[in-house]
């Protein structure tokens, strides 16, 4: 299941931050609106959250595969593009 959501668009896709070296991300939820190489803007109550993907795992959707963000460090459309090249 992992492998299948790295290689896919995550935007308007719930995600929730597992872990990260400071604990006030720890918890966040919201709908993924954005993705760039470094980061993942989330929409949570109404507001957009940035957030460094250097710095957090998370896990999209309802799934339990944690991602972590350091290792995703691409755009989007490079990350899906490489999935379709590798097929």
Known sequence: MTN?????????RDMTVTSSPDKAL???????VDESRETITILENDRQVVLGK???EFEI???N????????RQRSEDRIYRNKRSE
């Open 61 to 63: 959707g309802s799934s």
């Open 54 to 56: 250097n710095s957090i």
């Open 65 to 72: 595969a944690t991602i972590v963000g350091m290792l995703v």
């Open 26 to 32: 720890v918890g966040r939820t919201g709908l993924v």
């Open 4 to 12: 299948a959501l790295l290689h896919q668009s995550w935007i308007g």
